[in-house]
C-alpha cells in the first residue's frame, strides 16, 4: 500500500514538474547493457553507442541495428523506447537513434544523426546533432535543435576513457522563453581487467543539480552469455542483468531498483549485419 501510494505520489509529482518546469530528461532511452552497469554509458566498440556517446562507435566492425526499451518503476507513463543504426564505412561511422518517452498527454521525441571519426588508432570524436519535439496535450508541440559532442581515448590495451557533453550550447527547449533543455557532462572510464571481467564507473552532471556516479561490473562466463551488476546515485538505485549472444542477435535484460519506488526493467538487442 505504501509503495502504490508512493509511485502515485511520485506520477503526479513528475508530471507537474515535467510540465511546470520541463525538468524530465531529453536524453534519449538508454540500453539495458547500460543500465544494468548502474547507468554506464561509456561503453566501447558497442553499436548502443548511438543512444549514448557516439564516439564510443568508433571500434565497431559490422552495421549493426538495435531496439531498445524501458519502463521506470513499471509506469506506463515513464515509459520509453528507443531504435538506432549505425553503419561503418572507410570515411568513419555514421549513427541514427530514434528515441521516444512519455505517454499521450505527455511526451518527449528525439531523432539523432552522428558522425564518428578515428584521430589515430586510440582517439574517436563523435558529432551529433539532434531534434528534440515535446508535445503536451493542451499546449501542442515545441521542437528544438541542439547537439552532443563525444570524446573516448584508449590509454592503453584495458583501459579507456569517455566523454561527452549533451547539449553545450544550452539550447532552449520548452514551451518559456527561460526553459532550457538540460545540459549533460559525463565522463567515463572502462578497465577490462581480465579476458572475462569488464569495469566500469562514471561521473554525470546536469548544470544546477548534483552529479552522479555510476558503476558496475560485466562478468563473462562463457563465449555467449554476460552477467551484470551496477549502482548509481542521486537518488541511490542498484541494479542487475544478462546478456545472450544468439549468432547475429544480442539480447540483453536489465533492471534498476530503487527502494521505495521499485523496479524499471529494460530490454534491448542488437542484430549484426554480416557476421557470420
Known sequence: MKTNLLKTLFTVHFSLISIVASAQSYLPTSDARSIALGGSNQLFGDAYGVFNN??????????TFSLTSSNRFLLKELSGAGAGFAMPSK????????????FNNFNHKL???????????NIALAVKADYLQTSIAEYGNHNSLTADVGVCIKVIK???????VFNPFMVSGGYYT????PT?????????????VLMVAEESKELNTPSRFHGGIEY?????????GGISTQPFEYAFGAGFILKSFTVDLASAYHSQLGYSPSLSMKYVFGKK
Open 54 to 63: 557516439a564516439a564510443t562507435l568508433a571500434w565497431i566492425e559490422k552495421p
Open 184 to 196: 549533460e557532462f559525463s565522463l567515463g572510464m572502462n578497465y577490462q581487467l581480465s579476458d572475462r
Open 158 to 164: 584495458e583501459l579507456s576513457f569517455g566523454v561527452n
Open 111 to 121: 531523432v539523432g544523426l552522428s558522425y564518428t571519426q578515428k584521430i589515430n588508432n
Open 91 to 102: 570515411y568513419g561511422v555514421f549513427g541514427l537513434n530514434i528515441n521516444y518517452s512519455g
Open 178 to 181: 527561460d526553459e532550457k533543455i
Open 220 to 228: 563473462k562466463p562463457g563465449n555467449k552469455i554476460f552477467i551484470r
